[in-house]
């Protein structure tokens, strides 16, 4: 990972609110991050944490109204997307940045060809003409795993199983070399053995390609697996970030610290009872002034209920929004 | 309608239930699952004539003993969730039998059925889905119990109380409706209402599945804890390979509509003898960077054949990275290779099973793997 | 699904517990259209129900030294060819023509939700049923109408009067050639419903078929039903209208909206308003159904509820 | 109900302009014409209904006519023959016709007794179901004497012999054409159904059946410079009002039938300039017939409404007479028909000759006394207004076809009825089952299964021997004859029998005139049937039409060789 | 799919004959007499003889199998010989109308061109215009334009033709003079002229019938594109940086019709079945019109062959509307 290189992608101080008939919901929180060139960012989180709603708003995906984006900045290569117009946000999706979706059942219109939803964007972004986009979109195929690519062209995504889909997704998102690849949970719903395909085929993708990813999900496992970086997510703040290493062997946040625990082993010695965070996660009805994650945490003081804290960097790029000090605890 | 007699009509200190689950002492199967066969016809042609079958689950075999967790696992598809439902009989059998509790329920007349239904229940997979979301908690958890008791409101609700107290659930939320909830609180009710006729034997199929991480732990917890309290038998469907082995006791192992696996949960995942299990299990991304960098995956080829039309031989014998000819001509057969470990494979046939017995192998959660040939 | 926080639940959990239907009314509340059309719907049943307790004239007095007038103290409405009082005859016709469209509309959503239900509940009998509404749908109305007239007619109507006897035939005609557009719906609703998994609970609980969808089908195919409703109204109120215009409806001495247009009809140059004041309270009452449909749809459907 | 046959005419509204004599054939150009009902075929012997009859007037032509006064004119006769001048037998047994010189099918070939005596054959042909068969009542045979010369027999004497051949009711077709369409292949011959060949001023053109005939001018017709027009559309369908619409306010149309429409509306529609309504009158008279048979549902099926079960109230004629004074007719004539009517107390109105007088204090309304009537009767008033007598209310039902104005008459008659204390259940069936005849029906208004029924009828012709006859004992609908018959009261009265019998054999004018106004008083006294309205036809006619002559007696298009263009 | 359209038409073939015995059962039973509209003064005697040469004597399953035999054998054969020329057409009787006593079958097809031109057009406009009114209402949900194109569509789904329908003879016709109130349906189209003629007279009922269709077709076509509105594959067009003009064009719409084409299939029976009152106020005689005026006059022969004429499309075209989403859906396959 090239340390210090300029990040593709540097988000700040982001804050998505949507506005429902019951009120508001405060979303995304003044997140702020960034992505270098090449990078993995895992990010992780339960649902409700804001991760994916933040990921939807650097290039306005979300249905607004209700979504509004309150302020921050996202700047990638050098401009300001929140500021920029509708068509400029269109030449930088699918362009520089490519989005892999959960569901790849539902993700891909139905009554269009697997071939033309590639050549789509390979035609807008590219200018290729019919026979070009056809041959790239061959070579995409090939490229994400798909035997026989050409035939498979003229099939319907019906025709394709889930990961068969998931790969025709992937393929759709890297059609135009995009710098950055955005994947919403791209496994969450597909079986392990089909999850580990893919995970397989982006380790391979990355060191062909070297796009920088942010690989949403909630699943610690995965991320473990694949990411540099990782970017605990919790009540629509980060609440943790930094190298995987780190995060896994020197966890700062309460919250990461439960996570991590919660979770059963395959290996070594069976637990008898696991280990649970209690309650339930925050309603994000109106901007915090406190820690969200106070109610549920076990270290909880009267600060936590006072002031909402701040990211503090510990050390090895790794930083922690969070009143207490681990280290005072852990021996 | 009274409760059926093995049934207390009222919850008992939770003292006198609160047996030990383990299973040293001596255990009587509380379910004998025999050849039990659903399949699903395929109708086609010009006259709608049955074509074929979907195999949903194709011959299947198991016990599951008295106050004991059997888990099953496998991927979507493979007819686990089915399997569940078959023990239940919410689907009708195509073949075979099940016996709970010493009646064969595969024969049972719908009313015999019904009056039968107290003693074993379900919770789903989906909390969303398995509420109905027009009635409030209250109703849904007295459903059961306005269909097989005559007891008056008072005792309705004082049943109910003490059942969404056992959830974890505030009483306050009984006039609610489900979509008040959260997901973890739905599967709390929907846990509740399995409860609500002391069952004795329980089916979870997939009962975590939809849920968040966090809440995951508390829902399994629950289901331990009450399994305690009450004595319970589960028959525990997941795909989630670790929570199995944290909660159950014994496991197997589903393939395309077929068992490749069952056994103690601890020889299970330290000695799978199945190479569909081995796959399976390496397949599982562990939440350690360091084990995850070391490891070397069994990653299958492909995708699951069609049930409706499996592969000749073994199942697996299109993803099977051991993949021999015989695989692909002959089915191999369900057999005991060490004390109640089970598998069907050729691999074990031929290599015999001596060498195969508990622990021979070493360290099997690091063992390198050879990959087969999707190297 | 994305983690886009489901504003539904995040939003609920801090209300007071209480029936989704206020949700529902609150929905409603928010579609404009539908808050109108749903008071110009009960201004209107208040005026053909209520109106003839405070304008006490009779529909059918025939003052023929007063025909043919304009609007006026007297008569508000003017007065018919006869001298009957307009303005009763509008409340009226309206009773008529509103209890023709609620009767029809109840009896075509029972019989089509009830072949629906049955259809997409008993797999064994759904060719039968889907047949049978294909058969349904190729009648034709008209002669149907005429048969049923002739077999029912003296009967029911010494049953129940001439009136009531012919309401009870066109509201059954209507209502028997109509339900085919909801029994397809619902078939389709019990269908999806029948696979989820508080219908499995239900059986596993032992809940037998009957309450399985009495208690856990129906409930949930009510808001189809409930839009198909309302839409039937409007078209049983036209259909009857189109009825009496053809000369196959009520009595022509008996008022229904549709018979005062199609008796206005001639008169359209003379007196207008006699053919569009019928006219405009059958289109109101039609478009107001109408909305209220629309506001439903929208107010059942939780996706756009949550928003 | 549809003809109108009789000697008083009213004057025809459209003043004669005299017509310059060197218009010649086709000079007018182009004529429309709408029917609000849309002829299905021009065969009248296939078809009774009046807009085929009248459509295929425009074609095919009998040997007389009756003109628009009543009186009978030779068409393709020389002359009218009687027993002066010998055409008619003195035994009354056989009429002698000649045909004119020199007529010529529309086809070019000649006319001969020939196709007369086919074409009596054509419609006395027992299987052929001829609609008109009603004109050859009691011909023994029609023979041709020489080729313009028709001898019609009688098996009894006629003392009215116009029966076949006349009125374009009864015209004679084309034997060439129709020579493989007899009996039961009459219907099979679709192209001569349609596409007649005949003497009269037009040819069809194209024949769309309840749409649109066009035709043109016959190029053999036997007067040279006629018809004026040189080509006809004959549109049909829709309604009355968008009819008159099209002649008097758009004038699209230059002649509209039988506006039977509001007399407000018509008057508002003869404000838009481009026309005029015109009428005239025959025989039709809208009346109430009166069940002297007991109708309730109670009675078994063969009982019901037949004379073995006497009617418990309106066998009275008190009560009878009093539900007549009752009535205010003027009113009715003023609410329904305008200038289309008259108010009536005889069932036969007209020609003069036949027409009473004696009846006629029954057109002012008289409450009083009809009040005083049913006290006499001892039918007393009840808490609620309406009488009572040993504990039977005085309750009517009283039914009708459906049809606009005959529910406003049933909505205004049962007010006067209740205003003098007599209670009317109204009711009104579709006018295809009341006139259906269908013996299962019960419906029908032979069935009467009503106190009281509303229609009305006309007599064809101008002798109303046959339709006094009606009222004959024996002619009552009844289980034996399949609820057929024409005696619609069953009434039954030796005295009126004995006096019909006398009027069917005598021959003289005076005489017949003499009988039949006795035998009118008498069903009029017994109060049988109450007459409201004489009712007339009224046609819109554009202004820039000439020629046009209203016929009540005849076909209404009787005369359209002369019709013309006027300016 | 071949399979599939084979079973489900020899499905049919039993279904029709069951829906046409029902019909001939039914106006077996319908009052009213062909021979109601006769004078009253025809005798009795007469009527008997007429009715009996309209063959009302025989038992109603012999006229049943009769007409049956004439309906699928006879009469086909003289439709087809008409319109090809072949020689095939069988001599000898045929289903004739009681009130013009020709074969119904020609009646029918001479019925076809008014209705066709005005109640299809009408359909054909309704479709054009309901479109694109759908997709926009639905891609600018209550926005000025959806409010009025709602508002609009309902006043047009809740006004009756036989209101509307002499409201604009009044004013087009009669008071402004730019319509002619009658239809001639003889009219030739063979230059400017009469074409514009034609335009004319068309132009009163086509427009009443295609407020109404479009009316109903536009609440389908936005209802279904709110549904796919909301789909994941539209947030996947977007972030493939697609233009809206594509996304709502091309991926919702061709989703969206899906539902909407079967329902504008369904309703093609209706266009010859005929706008029967509108039809009847503007006096184009077609199908429709024939049907009432059948019905009028008790003509059972016409009013059953174009029942089961009717009833024959109805099913053709439930068959179509099906297959027709299993062509535009290709995760639909009928086998």
Known sequence: MPDGALPVLDVKNLKTVFRTRAGDIHAVNSVSFDLKPGELLGVVGESGSGKSVTMMSLLGLLPMPPAEIVEGQVMLGGRDLLKSGAEELRAVRGREVGFVFQDPMTSLNPVFTVGFQIKEPLRKHMGMSRSRARARAIELLQLVGIPDAERRLKDYPHQFSGGMRQRVMIAIALACDPKVLIADEPTTALDVTIQAQILELVKELRQKLGMAIIWITHDLGVIAGIADRVMVMYGGQVVEQGPVREIFRNPAHPYTRALLKTVPKLHGARDEKLRVIEGQPPMLAAHPTACPFRARCTHAFTRCAQENPARRPIGNGHDVACHWDHHEATP | ??????????????????????????????????????????????????????????????????????????????????????????????????????????????????????????????????????????????????????????KKLERIYELMDAVGLNRDYANRYPHAFSGGQRQRIGIARALALNPRFIVCDEPIAALDVSIQAQVVNLLEELQDQFGLTYMFISHDLSMVRHIADRVAVMYLGKLVELAPVSALYANPLHPYTEALLSAVPEPDPFAETRKERVVLKGDVPSPSNPPKGCNFCTRCPKVMEICREVEPAFREYAPGHFAACHLLEETGTAALNGGMRPEHNQTRIQQGEDA | MTDTPAPETAAAAFRPPRNHWWDVWDQFKTHKGALVGMIVFVAIVLFCFLGPWLWIHDATYINIRERNQGFSWTHPLGTDQLGRDMLARMMKGGQVSLAVGMAAMVLSVLLGTLIGVVAGYFRRIDGLMMRMTDLFLALPLLPLLLVMSMLFRQRLSSMFGVELGMFILIVTAIGVTSWMQTARIVRGDVLALKEREYVLAARSIGTPPRRVISRHVLPNVLSPVMVSATLMIATAIITESALSFLGLGFPPDFPTWGRLVSDGIDYLQQYPSRAILPGLFISLTVLSVNYVGDGLRDALDPRIRGR | MKQNIALMGAAAAVALIPFSAMAERGSSGHLNIIYWQAPSILNPYLSGGTKDVDASSLILEPLARFNEEGVMVPWLAESIPTVENGGVAEDLMSITWVLREGLLWSDGTELTASDAVFSAEYCMHPEGGCAQRRFFNDVASVEAVDDRTIRVNFEVPMPVPYGPFVTGYSPIIQAAQFADCLGPRAPECTEANFYPIGTGPFVVDDFRPNDVISLVANENYREPDRPYFATVTFKGGGDAASAGRAVMETGEMDYAWNLQLAPDVIATMARGGRGEPVAAFGTLVERIEINLTDPSPDLPADIRSTREAPHPILTDIRVREALSRAIDRDLLVEIGFGQMGLPTCNLVPAPPAFASDANDDCLVQDQDRARELLDEAGWEVGADGIRVKDGVRLVLDYQTSTNAVRQDFQALIQQ???????????????????????????????????????????????????YLGAYLCGREPRPATQWQGENIPRFCDPEYDALHQQLSQTASIEERARIGRELNDILMQNYVLLPLVHRGRVSAIASTLGGTLLNTWDVELWNIADWHRTE | MFNYTLRRLLLAIPTLLFISLVIFLLLELSPGDPLSDMPLSIPPEVRQEMRIALG??????????????????????????????????????????????????????????????????????????????????????????????????????????????????????????????????????????TFWKQVRQMAMPVFVLTLFNAAQISRYMRASMLDNMTQDYVRTARAKGMTERIVVLVHVLRNSLIPVVTVIALGIPTVFTGAIITEQIFRVNGLGQLLITAIYASDIPMVLTLSVVFAILIVLFNLIADLLYAILDPRIRYD
Request: aromatic share 12%; glycine share 8%; net charge negative.
């Open chain 5, 56 to 193: 009302l004597g025989e038992a109603w399953y012999i006229r049943f199998y009769k007409w049956l035999y004439l309906f699928t054998i006879v009469e086909p054969s003289h439709v087809i010989a008409g319109f090809t020329g072949l020689d095939i057409a069988i001599e000898g009787q045929r289903i004739l109308s009681w009130q013009t006593r020709s074969p119904v079958s020609d009646i029918i097809i001479q019925r076809m061109p008014q209705t066709l031109w005005v109640v299809g057009l009408a359909y054909l406009f309704g479709v054009l215009l309901a479109v694109p009114i759908g997709v926009y209402s639905a891609y600018r949900q209550y926005s000025w334009f959806d409010q009025t194109g709602s508002f609009i569509s309902m006043v047009g789904f809740s006004l009756p033709t036989f209101f509307t329908g002499p409201l604009l003879i009044l004013i087009f016709a009669v008071w402004l003079g730019w319509f002619p109130i009658i239809y001639d349906t003889t009219l030739n189209v063979t230059n400017w002229e």
């Open chain 4, 416 to 466: 006067w009825w209740r205003e003098i204390g007599v209670e009317a259940n109204l009711r009104n069936i579709n006018a295809s089952v009341f006139f259906g005849g269908d013996p299962g029906s019960p419906d029908t208004f032979q069935r009467f299964s009503a106190d009281v029924e509303m229609y009305a009828n006309n007599f064809p012709g101008t002798d109303p021997e046959q």
């Open chain 2, 1 to 154: 309608m009274t409760a059926a007699p093995d049934m207390t009509a009222a919850l008992p200190p939770e003292s006198a239930r609160d047996t030990p689950t383990n299973p040293a002492t001596q255990r009587r199967k509380l379910v004998e699952v025999k050849n039990l066969k659903l399949y699903f016809p395929i109708f086609g042609g010009l006259l709608r004539r049955q074509v074929g079958d979907v195999k949903a689950v194709d011959d299947v075999s198991f016990d599951i003993y008295e106050g004991e967790t059997l888990g099953i696992v496998g991927e979507s598809g493979c007819g686990k969730s089915t399997c569940g439902r078959a023990v239940l009989r919410l689907y009708e059998l195509t073949e075979g039998s099940v016996v709970i509790d010493g009646q064969d329920i595969a024969t049972l007349s719908p009313e015999k059925l019904r009056l039968k239904r107290p003693s074993m229940q379900m919770v789903f997979q989906d909390p969303q889905a398995s509420l109905n979301p027009r009635m409030t908690v209250a109703s849904i958890i007295g459903e059961p119990l306005d269909e097989h008791t005559n007891w008056p409101r008072t």
